[in-house]
């Protein structure tokens, strides 16, 4: 399982960071238990202009006897693109229509990768909707303004989330759009778990 952590810096300054990467050691969600530090792991990152190993820290809790990996929020869970890239590439699919094809060549990508997002995202958005929805409503008990069709609204609601989020906790803790989307998410944007996360 992971936990997704505000990263503070750039993809670049992270990947410099190498095995010395600080993360937060957070509470187990199993029993809220601080975590224990244990390793880590490789894992690639793709990220305009280029392609790059980073240092995943490891957590375990000895009494549920399950390990955790402590994922930066600019990445979502087993995508190796940044969250910024993926974000970008659905919302102009979804609420300005650009073809995939006109976006692969745009972002220098597989056409297959962005088909395999747009598919995911599609079949999930119903539910990315709902928990955006939530945070937004448990940031500021107003309704959201939703006027978007289709997909689109899954952004239009993001963003108004986000916008909330900065409104009650100032600028510098939430970030860009995207690294608040993985953070509000676990990270499961693009996973197969199609429960409400
Ligand atoms: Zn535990």
């Known amino acids: 399982m992971s936990i997704i952590w505000a990263w503070q810096e ?9 095995q010395q990467v600080v993360a937060p050691v957070p509470e187990c969600p199993g029993c ?18 280029d392609q790059r190993r980073i240092w995943i820290r490891r957590t ?6 399950s390990s955790h990996a402590l ?3 600019f990445l979502f869970f087993r ?7 993926i974000g970008q590439v659905l919302a102009l699919r979804a609420t ?16 297959a990768t962005l088909r395999g997002w747009w598919a995911r995202f599609r079949a999930r958005s119903p539910t990315l909707l709902a928990a955006v929805v939530e945070v937004g409503v448990g940031l500021d008990s107003a309704p959201l303004d939703l006027r ?9 609601a993001l963003e108004q989330a986000c916008q909330r989020a900065h409104r009650r906790f100032g600028e510098q803790p939430i ?10 998410s676990g990270g499961k944007v693009l996973t197969t778990n199609t429960s409400a996360p």
Do not use: H, M, N
């Not at 978007?148 to 952004?155: N, P, R």
């Open 10 to 18: 750039s993809v670049a300054e992270y990947v410099a960071a190498g």
């Open 32 to 49: 809220r238990r601080r975590l224990a530090r244990w390793s880590g792991y490789w894992r690639w990152v793709r990220y305009p202009v």
């Open 60 to 65: 375990r809790c000895r009494r549920c006897r």
């Open 71 to 73: 994922l930066p929020d």
């Open 79 to 85: 995508r190796l693109d940044v969250v910024a890239t």
């Open 96 to 111: 300005v229509d650009v073809e995939l094809r006109a976006l692969a060549r745009r972002f220098d990508l597989p056409r």
């Open 148 to 156: 978007q069709k289709g997909e689109a609204v899954v952004f239009e």
């Open 175 to 184: 970030g860009e759009l995207w690294r608040f989307w993985s953070r509000i």
